[in-house]
């Protein structure tokens, strides 16, 4: 279950054991010409309790900034894609096709500046070394996601964005959406050699 701490005009939530797709934690990247940055998309099952606690933040959030118009803010966002919550399958903007491991499913998108890297843990809560992130944290695999929700105010147009703060392994999965799952003793298998016996140590 999710985790909720409030600071101002932001929400904090612990998203765990979620599938990550469009990862990019390793090193920042620029999407359409824009500033390079660290992020990736959490997938959200339309059952999955977070989904409450999500749409939860994102109202707390709205009412604090728009006060009794919150709602038709959230809506106005929601209708124009400014809402970091995607509450419908998430489709490629060229082909209109939806992402593989997207089907019938929510996500959710965040992203962090190019000098504030998300903190990154394997499965037993180590620190992952910077040469190994992209091989642990590939799109596909499942991990736990500390987020942070928060309002974007800009004149040509408000948000409400999701920053990254810091993700741990959870477990492996198929491999999708430009990333590449570790590799197994399997893959190998057909290269091995026959291990050689003790006496032929000597």
């Known amino acids: 279950m999710s985790t909720t701490t409030e600071t101002r005009r932001a929400i904090t939530l612990m998203l765990s054991n979620k599938r ?15 500033k390079p940055s660290f992020g990736l998309r959490v997938i959200i099952d339309p059952k999955d309790g977070d989904v409450k606690a999500l749409n939860e933040a ?5 009412t604090h900034q728009w006060k009794d118009k919150a709602k038709t803010q959230i809506d106005m966002l929601t209708e124009k ?22 089907e019938g499913m929510f996500s959710l998108g965040a992203s962090a500046p190019s000098d504030k ?36 105010l800009r004149d040509d147009g408000n948000r409400i964005n999701a920053a990254v703060l810091g993700v741990m392994f959870a477990g492996d999965g198929e491999s999708f ?18 291990a050689p016996e003790a006496e032929d140590l000597f």
């Not at 509450?87 to 096709?97: I, L, M, N, T, V």
């Not at 394997?122 to 929700?149: N, P, T, W």
């Open 20 to 34: 990550l797709g469009f990862v990019d934690l390793a090193e920042p990247r620029s999407v359409n010409g824009g």
């Open 58 to 62: 994102i109202a707390e959030i709205a």
């Open 81 to 102: 894609n400014r809402v970091a919550f995607l509450q419908k399958e998430y489709r490629s903007a060229s082909s209109g096709d939806v992402h593989k491991g997207f």
């Open 117 to 152: 890297q998300p903190s990154c843990f394997d499965e037993f809560g180590k620190e992952i070394a910077q040469v190994d992130i992209r091989r642990k944290l590939y799109s596909g695999c499942y991990a736990h996601v500390k987020v942070e929700l928060y309002p974007l």
């Open 177 to 194: 959406g430009g990333g590449s799952g570790p590799a197994t003793a399997d893959d190998f298998s057909g290269f091995a050699k026959a």
